[in-house]
């Protein structure tokens, strides 16, 4: 009935707004930029295919039974008592064979898919460890000439057409990794290490998101994703195995002084300075990097003295305490942080 | 045994004197009558949808645009959370219970359920899980979760406080109120059916219920094991879920799945059962493939238990059980294929008759189609390691939730709203509050799909511009709060209908089945004779009357009991009269249950009370069976 025309006008009318909306996306599966996210956008779109004919038979059978029933309105209401139904039945039987052919052919679809993600596994990868945190991301890349550990946070470079593996873990509740342009998401769990395949094929910036609720500020576990050509992916590493650079002018010098004998250093670690905290992200090189909060702010000086004044303000329960500094202080603080590339 | 010139007699006024509750308050907290208990169920039921609808437009309004700062992460988490918890613990599965506590008896031609204290006695407890979740919400103290809290969490070191213990007792208060509902029911279909109907002749929605109820017995154990677990590691630091002591918090993720998935269908059957209902009676024909339909219902019901494992893709599983489960979810797909093809069918050979009830058929099969197609590509295991938990998984389960259950609950409402009250809804404002619900559902939730594979997680209280993702959240919004807005046309027909409507009669709408037979409302006996069943569709083919059996006495409650199989009489039972002792055995536990949130030694000392009131319960002082005369008599 009409009911059924409209639902099916207005699926046509959304198709291609679903493209439209895909294909600039940053953090969309169906703009794939890795091969993992590509392959399954390849099956994504079989599903839809298969799926999408399945319910346009779905609704031609039901529109014309109805409008049968329609044009048939009004004849008598007596009810029939089992009427003989043979081509009923024999349509019945072909449509659960049409079923088992489209299901077969996603789970078979399925399968293959699952196996070429699988494949990476192989190969040669970089490995990068990544830990969940209420509500950041510690990201650690193993250092290729000392074979330690690269300390940096809410920030993922990953070298182009290059394998990385990252160890996903976590050290309080379930989060979920997620580079949608990129890869499937995988759950980072307490006690477990999961491994992940990333593959990019596209350079770029892209964004990854937590997906598995993990308290107050779920929403704002973001983290920002730069895809490097393989030559900028090494300098980048390089860049960031060195330690803080010194501050450039008085100001950040009177910032550094700031930093290190407040509060800051608790949590925060400055490599390079006598900040050596651990429970929040490392800020080494923290100027270098897009967003601040796991995508909570945009980088700049104002969100960095914004963030230390008022941080529950602007994410309600996260960890970071409200710190108190005199304005001339939080400008220090800023120049000092924003210098940090 | 047949005398075809006997005249049945006269209905004893002793029947109705026999089957009286008492008048006032007392006979309200003793009733064991199963239709005052439903409908106690459905109007709790109602009350709890608006709530926590109204709790969705809420969170829709946070989302309208981005940046929202109405409400903050907390407030938002809260209701989410409230919102989930109240709609599949204390509406979905309910509701579903109370329709078949209403309907099996009337459909079997019974007077009463096999155990009418135990239907009393799940609706207070069940009463008492909705409090446990909404009186310390309207103290400020909220689960704040989600409907599932997945340790560590919800564990002692991440969420102090009783939040977390009130989301895990209520699910033990629902799930033991269910599984009394459950066990009744099965018995009642096992047991009480009319002479003569056979298996083969079980009407589908009591199929329907039997197999609900047979899963409900499976499934619930798991979550009441998972959830006291939670609630022990919080209170006595038993550490199953605690990885630094050696337990793992992914045991949970499969307990709770494991009755988490066959939960759905749970929900989805008995609205299967109302489906097949209603287009039997509105395509004037017997359902084709009934045969057909009621093994889909069972191949469904036993698919359940084997692909929970499709929740939980995306935590790092052996990629050979990812496959596996992936096959078994689309397995699901015939069972469910079969179902809609023989509805079509029924229509397409039937000469269908467009009143509300059959509508929201109809806008079943539109919207439940699309959720099951994104359920079939939710089910492969790469592809759902995309999807799941983004918007895209909220449309998924809204659609099979709302469209696959919720409107053929209204298509049943609609149905037999007449039978119950004795009178009709308004088509005029049924239909208009049909359109609205629909159309603002998908236009409301539709839009979700396409926000899900725009990169949207779920539970996310707010989002920035850059995004994207505004515009498609404000139009879900508006169709949101034009479904809740023709949902609450809906319940005011219903009230309106109630002092108005048009006199129904007893069959208003040429049923076949035996609720038909009697007035509308059903007298608190519901049947003057026990019916005697010779096909599906008794009503259709005994055309000038019901056989009806003789023999049961009229001057106390009793019951037949028959065969399984065949369901040949064996014996009268005595049905139990009214009763104080459900009602306080249910008090007993519920200071039980929320007692031993705060110490372990609730259940030592809970305990007391609860054997009291059970002992009073079952003091035995009930007359043995009785097996005298049963005649059967035609017409």
Not at chain 2, 236 to 242: G, K
Not at chain 2, 513 to 528: C, G, I, M, R, Y
């Given at each position: 009935m009409d009911g059924a025309g409209a639902m099916n006008r207005c699926l046509l009318a959304l198709l291609p707004m679903l493209t439209l909306g895909g294909c600039g996306g940053f953090q969309s599966p169906i703009a794939p930029a890795g091969e993992q996210a590509s392959s399954i956008n390849s099956l994504f779109w079989l599903t839809i295919a298969v799926c999408g004919f399945m319910y346009l038979l779905v609704l031609g059978a039901l529109g014309l039974s109805l409008w049968r029933a329609w044009r048939r309105r009004g004849e008598t209401a007596e009810p029939s008592i089992n009427p003989a139904d043979h081509g009923l039945s024999r349509t019945l039987v072909f449509w659960c064979g049409l079923i088992l052919i489209g299901l077969t052919t996603l789970i078979v679809g399925s399968f293959l898919v699952d196996r070429t993600i699988a494949q990476a596994r192989a190969r040669d990868a970089l490995e990068v460890r990544v830990t969940g945190h209420q509500w950041w991301w510690r990201i650690q890349y193993r250092d290729p000439a000392t074979g330690g550990w690269i300390e940096t946070a809410n920030e993922l470079h990953l070298p182009l057409g290059r394998t990385t593996r990252v160890s996903l873990g976590s050290a309080d509740v379930i989060h979920s990794f997620w580079v949608p342009n990129i890869a499937q998401k995988l759950d980072l769990i307490p006690g477990r290490i999961n491994l992940l395949d990333l593959t990019p094929t596209r350079a770029g910036w892209f964004r990854g998101q937590c997906a598995e609720f993990c308290g107050a500020q779920h929403a704002h576990m973001a983290f920002d994703v730069k895809v490097d050509t393989p030559q900028e992916f090494d300098g980048w590493l390089a860049a960031q195995a060195r330690p803080a650079s010194a501050p450039a002018d008085p100001a950040a010098s009177r910032g550094l002084a700031v930093v290190t004998g407040g509060q800051c250093a608790m949590c925060h670690a400055i490599r390079g300075t006598s900040a050596v905290g651990k429970a929040g992200p490392d800020l080494t090189h923290f100027g270098s990097r897009r967003s601040i909060a796991a995508g909570t702010l945009t980088m700049s000086r104002g969100a960095i003295q914004g963030w230390i004044a008022q941080p529950q303000a602007l994410k309600p329960g996260t960890m970071m305490p409200p710190v108190a500094l005199s304005p001339a202080d939080s400008d220090a603080a800023s120049r000092y942080l924003m210098g940090l590339r | 045994m047949i005398d075809p010139n006997a005249r049945p007699p006269a209905p004893p006024e002793q029947l109705a004197v026999s089957w009286r509750d008492a008048p006032g308050i007392w006979g309200f907290l003793t009733t064991v009558d199963h239709k005052r208990i439903a409908a106690r169920y459905i109007f709790t039921v109602v009350a709890l949808m608006f709530l926590a609808g109204m709790l969705a437009l809420d969170m829709r309004l946070q989302l309208a645009a981005p940046d929202m700062e109405r409400m903050t992460p907390q407030l938002y988490n809260e209701s989410f959370s409230l919102h989930g918890s109240t709609m599949l613990f204390l509406v979905s599965v309910p509701v579903m219970e109370a329709m078949g506590i209403w309907l099996v008896p009337l459909m079997l031609g019974q007077r009463a359920l096999a155990f009418p204290r135990l239907a009393a006695f799940s609706y207070w407890l069940y009463l008492g899980g909705v409090m446990m979740l909404w009186v310390p919400h309207a103290l400020g103290v909220t689960p704040d979760l989600g409907w599932f809290e997945y340790p560590p969490l919800s564990g002692p070191a991440y969420s102090p406080g009783h939040r977390a213990d009130i989301w895990a007792q209520m699910i033990t208060f629902t799930e033991v109120a269910a599984l009394a509902a459950s066990v009744n029911v099965v018995a009642t279909v096992l047991k009480m059916r009319p002479p003569g109907m056979t298996l083969a002749r079980i009407p589908i929605f009591v199929w329907a219920m039997f197999i609900a109820s047979l899963m409900t017995i499976f499934a619930l154990p798991a979550v009441m094991l998972v959830t006291s677990m939670l609630i022990a590691d919080r209170m006595?630091?038993?550490?199953?879920?605690?990885a630094a002591a050696g337990g793992d918090p992914v045991l949970f993720q499969h307990l709770f799945w494991w009755f988490g998935h066959p939960e759905v269908y749970i929900i989805f059957v008995p609205a299967a059962g109302f489906v097949s209902a209603i287009v039997e009676v509105f395509s004037r024909r017997t359902l084709f493939g009934h045969v057909a339909v009621v093994l889909s219902m069972l191949a469904i019901a036993a698919l359940a238990f084997g692909l929970w494992v499709h929740h939980m893709f995306a935590v790092g599983l052996p990629r050979l059980g990812n496959d596996f489960y992936t096959a078994a979810s689309m397995a699901v797909a015939l069972p469910a294929g079969v179902q809609i093809f023989c509805w079509i069918g029924t229509l397409f050979t039937g000469r269908p008759r467009f009143d509300t009830p059959l509508l929201w058929v109809v806008a079943f099969i539109v919207t439940f189609v699309i959720g099951g197609l994104s359920g079939v590509m939710a089910a492969s295991a790469p592809l759902d390691q995309q999807l799941t938990d983004t918007y895209f998984i909220v449309a998924h389960f809204h659609y099979v939730l709302i469209g696959g259950a919720m409107f053929p609950l209204f298509g049943a409402f609609a149905y037999w709203y007449p039978k119950a009250t004795g009178r009709m809804m308004s088509e005029f404002w049924g239909k208009l509050s049909f359109w609205l619900i629909v159309g603002g559902f998908n236009l409301g939730f539709f839009p979700m799909h396409i926000l899900g594979l725009e990169g949207m997680p779920r539970r996310i209280y707010t989002y920035s511009e850059g995004m994207g993702w505004g515009p498609l959240n404000m139009v879900a919004t508006i169709g949101s709060a034009i479904a809740v807005a023709g949902g609450l046309l809906f319940v005011a027909n219903a009230f309106w209908s109630f002092y108005r409507g048009k006199l129904a009669g007893s069959d208003p709408w040429g049923g076949?089945?035996?609720?038909?037979?009697?007035?509308?409302?059903?007298?608190?006996?519901?049947?003057?004779h026990m019916p005697v069943v010779d096909s599906l569709t008794p009503l259709w083919t005994q055309k000038d009357g019901l056989a009806v059996m003789t023999g049961l006495a009229v001057d106390r409650r009793e019951v037949l009991v028959t065969s399984v199989v065949e369901a040949e009489p064996e014996y009268r039972q005595k049905s139990p009269k009214p009763s104080i002792a459900p009602f306080f055995a249910a008090i007993a536990v519920t200071i039980l249950f929320v007692g031993s949130i705060y110490t372990p030694w609730a259940l030592v000392w809970g305990s007391v009370p609860v054997g009291i009131a059970l002992t009073v319960w079952f003091w035995p002082q009930r007359e043995r069976a009785h097996t005298g005369p049963l005649r059967v008599r035609s017409r």
């Open positions: - | 006595v630091s038993t550490q199953f879920f605690a076949s089945t035996l609720e038909w037979a009697v007035p509308s409302p059903p007298p608190q006996h519901n049947f003057d």
